[in-house]
């Protein structure tokens, strides 16, 4: 079953824009990650936020997590064409450490 | 340093036909390992895990099958493709060694595209 949801699932801006995507889930979590997807590659490991924090950075990513909302967001400042991909989220339910993973935003940045 | 190795890296294979795609894990002990599908424009769908040679867990049930012959080996299998079959198949690996405890990222391999024709 597909645990979290991201929105939306296109995102197309310039170069230079802010990015945001959310991710909505339906269970009580322990954790929630986001991963970005180049087309036609595997996944690889952004960031990890538990459910006892609230914000964390990472260079130019800002990821939020509201727990009473059960939703989470990305935020990619200063975007650039290489960011262009897919950014999935990936929370794993109360009781299970396995992640499962929503269906992604795809974003396109145009230089 | 971790590297995670899958092959082929593409595979058209006929309905009926047999499959096997292996998956390596170098840098690391007693990772937990993951096959994942990915239908196209779809999320991942987690097929089967493990957390130790011979213990594999499946999350679908479908004509495949998956076995950890060596600890950081991992092989997903199936006697007859179906159509349905085709898809993106993912390899992963997490450090965690036995699932319960502080989880880990997952570590991806670079992919296997599978048309069943």
């Known amino acids: 079953s597909q645990q979290g949801e991201e929105d939306p699932q296109a995102l197309s801006i310039q170069e230079g824009e802010n990015a945001t995507m959310n991710c909505s889930y339906k269970t009580s979590i322990n954790n929630l990650q986001w991963y970005r997807q180049n087309s036609g590659r595997g996944l690889v490991h952004l960031i990890l936020?538990?459910?006892?924090?609230r914000e964390k950075h990472s260079g130019r990513l800002r990821v939020t997590l509201d727990t009473s909302k059960k939703s989470s967001s990305l935020l990619i400042t200063a975007s650039r064409a290489a960011d262009t991909a897919s950014y999935f989220c990936?929370?794993?339910?109360?009781?299970?450490?396995?992640?499962?993973f929503g269906r992604g935003t795809s974003l396109i940045v145009h230089p | 340093s971790q590297t995670i190795h899958q092959w082929p890296a593409t595979l058209v294979q006929p309905v009926g036909s047999p499959l096997s795609l292996e998956c390596t894990v170098e840098?690391?002990?007693?990772?937990?390992l993951y096959w994942y599908r990915q239908a196209a424009g779809r999320g991942l769908q987690l097929l089967f895990y493990?957390?130790?040679?011979?213990?594999i867990s499946s999350e679908v049930p479908q004509n495949l099958s998956a076995s950890r012959p060596q600890d950081r080996q991992f092989i997903l299998s199936s006697k007859k493709l179906l159509l349905s079959d085709s898809g993106f198949y993912l390899c992963?690996?997490?450090?965690?060694?036995?699932?319960?405890?502080?989880?880990?990222?997952?570590?991806f391999g670079p992919g296997t595209r599978l048309t069943v024709t």
């Open positions: 992963a690996w997490s450090r965690l060694g036995v699932l319960g405890a502080t989880p880990y990222e997952q570590y």
């Open positions: 493990s957390v130790g040679i011979g213990q």
């Open positions: 936020i538990r459910s006892n924090e």
């Open positions: 990936a929370t794993d339910e109360r009781g299970s450490y396995i992640p499962t």
């Open positions: 840098g690391t002990s007693n990772p937990n």
